[in-house]
């Protein structure tokens, strides 16, 4: 019974982050596909983001079964974004370093939440917020670009 509302759940988010993304058509000037580049990877960090805040909320208030349902979600924005991003992005070592990091601190959330362990989560939601500091430092940087 969980695996079903679990798939029913990576449905729903995949089809609402699909339809979030598929809104406008490109030309296919240089300016306008940076633009659109930046524009994309904008809406995916504030979905990430607002996933992080309910993460959080739901660390502080003890909720486990919310939390990782909440940290679910996040492994597939996370799968959804590496699924859109450009190759020549993902081929990054350093950013590839960073999705793996992300990854593996979003699975140890998901564990620790199901083991109900307060500490655990923890660290694991300040190892996921590392990794996304630490990406968005190479991106500003243009290392990735």
């Known amino acids: 019974m969980n695996r079903r509302w679990l798939a029913i759940l ?27 580049s930046s524009t994309d990877r904008d809406r995916w960090m504030s979905v990430k983001l607002n996933s992080a805040q309910q993460i959080l909320e739901d660390l502080t208030t ?15 924005l996370n799968f959804l974004e590496q699924w859109a991003r450009d190759k020549s992005f993902k081929q990054e070592s350093e950013y590839q370093g960073q999705l793996n990091a992300f990854e593996f601190a979003t699975k140890e959330l998901v564990r620790h939440a199901a083991d109900k ?29």
Do not use: P, W
């Open 10 to 36: 990576m449905v729903c988010v995949s089809a609402l982050t699909l339809a979030t993304f598929s809104g406008s058509t490109q030309t296919s000037t240089a300016d306008d596909t940076k633009e659109s």
């Open 62 to 76: 003890g909720d486990f079964k919310r939390l990782e349902t909440d940290a679910r979600r996040m492994q597939v």
């Open 117 to 145: 362990n307060t500490e655990g989560a923890l660290k694991s939601y300040v190892a996921l917020t590392e990794s996304c500091v630490h990406c968005h430092e190479l991106i500003r940087d243009g290392q990735t670009d």
